[in-house]
């Protein structure tokens, strides 16, 4: 297919707005008369509110409210779940009752004339507790992992699978690995905080708030205070970053909405970093053993890929930590099994690759320990147990690209330079490790909706409740329009972040392009299809009286085809009409196409480490990624989604973990400087490259997700390199220096 603006590199539409200052987001919509909310977090981890002092806070200065449960409008939190939401459990009904069940939860909100009074009067507020001991580790005294109610049955993520004897088969293997590996719980901290604007006109509710799923935010809160959905409006045309926080809708939304219902004014609310480690999910803490039994030659005979994942109390969060081992890699034998731990912590969320990417971090460090028991190459173990289907349920791939994509990223890594042999490779003083490892995703894809609004200025205006939490959802739906309408880019104005748009899935799960440009294109089509219509039956039109058929557009004008004479523009054609013309149009997966093909997104990580073995410091050098992803909307904007996961995987594998004080479950890191994340001087060399990949299955568009893939493959990637540079096998995520010096 011939493309004009799809596969071509084409800077941020945005761009100027966010570096002038011209992009708003959630805090930035200051409203007239507004005042300040802020949240009193629970100082214990577990047990009942006893007393709580407010008559004197009550007379500070500026002080409009003090709200708590004792004093709070009962509200009727209908109930409600999207598919982001745990399927078993309830949400927290925030000041609803006096019990604490975990630390940081919201337990009083003060509202105020400014933010410095209401602050003054949080520090000011006495509350004192009834306590009990948390349970907050999931390797502790007294936990206990259950089987997922959601997934004992037709889930997407089962509890239990089994193909064969994997066990038998374990214990006749020739060359077996049994081990286990863990992941500390780790927190998303995005560059924006979690805010919300709320405002009250009679019984309707604008909320600008900072949401990847503003649809599911605006039916939530209309459930909570049993609104029609209709009476609640969200706004959020731009995100500072969210990497799966922003997904749910959590208590600070409905806190803003009931402090502005109370003061009867708008009121903002916005999170502290600290506050952000309480109520706004996290990446749950996972043990995880996988058992791997193969031939002499390398042939795997037998997998087991038990897991284990900490969930709060109140609901049972799943996340797909053993899905990938099921289709990965060629085995007639393969068991999984997967656990959550009911912690008195707050619910765990979805965070980029949820589930893939601790589950790959186990799967391909016993892949790549397999690799050095055999003697043989990774890379050539991968490939001798490369499936022809997904073996799971017999069916094929849509495509899967996994094996295009080591030919292209050992090559440009250089992989052939590597010497196999742990810590043979040096540079000085320096140990040199390589590591490699595969990564997935599902390709995804759900119902979404678009409108394209075609005006007599030659100008496409086009719509979707999407969001952009930064890569590139403006540009690249922009490009998707430009192209099916012919119009150049800066005819294009596409606008996302409100629920008055049509409605898309959550900007999450890799699925934005798929879904919502699908139905862009689908839109297009049909604005095409009016605006033909009306030129047919306009007697003076070039093509007045043609059939349909016999007609075509280019470079968004219509004529007949064969012809080379332009015809009339989409300009022309609704000067005519003398009022602007607009069409829907919607998108989702053929269920027949679904149930026929396995379809997943495959890549391949390479990265170098230098370890030094005198203060085992680790310094990851250089990062190359290969994947197959189908079409490439934007390469620019493809590669630095790639770049952005890549540090990610970085982090995961060598600094990000949330500790929590075991007394009563605070994180104890609940800030930028304890909680490791990569800066400027930490980020290596890193590439992403793309294979020639065409998948017309997955839909019409022929993409493929990339923002969680990009992640995935990237920390067992550099676990391995360690390894290879030291020889010593860490199992553990983050990887410390204490890790290096340890014996």
Partial sequence: MTTQFIGKSQSRVDGPRKVSGGARYAADFNQPGQAYAVIVSATAGLGRISGMETAAVERMPGVLAVITHRNAEKLPYLPHKAGIDPAIGERLHVLQDDEVRFFGQPVA??????????????????????????????????????????????????????????????????????E?????????????????????????????????????????????????????????????????????????????ALAARRVRRPVKLVLTRKQMFFTTGHRPRTMQRIALGATKEGKLKGIIHEGAGETSRHEQFMEALTAVTDYMYSCPNVRTRYRLVQLDTGTPNHMRGPGESSGMFALESAIDELSYKLGIDPIELKRRNEPEVDETEGKPFSSRSL??????????????????????????????????????????????????RLLASGVAEVEAAA??????????????????????????????????????????????????????????????????????????????GASLDDLEWSDGRL?????????????????????????????????EVAAKYSMHSFGAVFAEVAVDPDVGTIRVRRIVGAYGIGRVVNPLLARSQCTGGMVGGMSMALMEQTALDPRDGRPVNAHMADYLMPVNLDIPHMEAHFVDEVDPHVNPLGVKGLGEIALVGTAPAIANAVFHATGKRVRNLPIRIEDMLTS
Avoid at 156 to 161: V, W
Avoid at 170 to 178: C, E, H, I, Q, S
Avoid at 207 to 232: C, H, M, R, T
Avoid at 413 to 434: C, H, K, Q, T, V
Wanted: overall charge neutral; hydrophobic content about 40%; glycine content about 10%.
């Fill in 467 to 544: 969001s952009d939490m930064g890569p590139g959802t403006y540009t690249s739906m922009t490009q998707v329009a430009a192209e099916f309408l012919g119009l150049p880019l800066e005819r294009v104005r596409f606008r996302l972040g409100r629920t008055d748009y049509p409605q898309t899935p959550s900007h999450g799960g890799s699925w934005t392009m798929a879904s919502v440009g699908s139905a862009i294109r689908a839109a297009c089509i049909e604005a095409q299809t009016q605006a033909a219509r009306l030129a047919v039956a306009d007697a003076g039109s070039p093509v007045a």
């Fill in 180 to 256: 286990t590996y863990t992941m500390a719980r780790e927190n998303h901290n995005p560059m924006e905080p979690h805010a919300t604007v709320a405002a009250w006109s009679g019984d309707r509710l604008t909320l600008w708030s900072k949401s990847q799923y503003l649809v599911n935010e605006q039916a939530e809160i209309a459930a909570v205070f049993g609104l029609p959905v209709e009476n609640v409006e969200v706004i959020c045309p731009f995100v500072g970053g969210a990497f799966g926080t922003s997904l749910r809708t959590w208590p600070h939304v409905t806190l803003a």
């Fill in 403 to 452: 094996m295009q994509c080591y030919t292209l990223g050992a090559e440009r890594f250089g992989w052939a330079r590597r010497n196999p042999e742990p810590r043979s490779m040096r540079d000085g003083r320096l140990l040199i490790g390589m590591g490699v490892a595969s990564a997935t995703y599902p390709a995804f894809h759900a119902p979404s909706s678009a409108r394209v």
């Fill in 109 to 178: 909100l003060i509202v105020a004339e400014t933010l410095d009074q209401a602050e003054r009067a949080v520090a000011a507020l006495r509350i004192s507790y009834e306590v009990r001991q948390p349970l907050v580790d999931p390797t502790g005294s007294g936990a206990e992992q259950v089987v997922p109610e959601a997934g004992r049955a037709g889930s997407r993520i089962p509890a239990d699978r089994a193909r064969g004897d994997a066990d038998g088969a374990l214990a006749g293997a020739a060359v077996t690995v049994d």
């Fill in 559 to 591: 004529r007949r085809r064969g012809e080379t004479t332009p015809g009339p523009s989409y300009q022309d054609i609704v000067a005519k009409r003398g009022v602007s013309i607009e069409a829907g149009g919607s998108a989702q997966r053929d269920p």
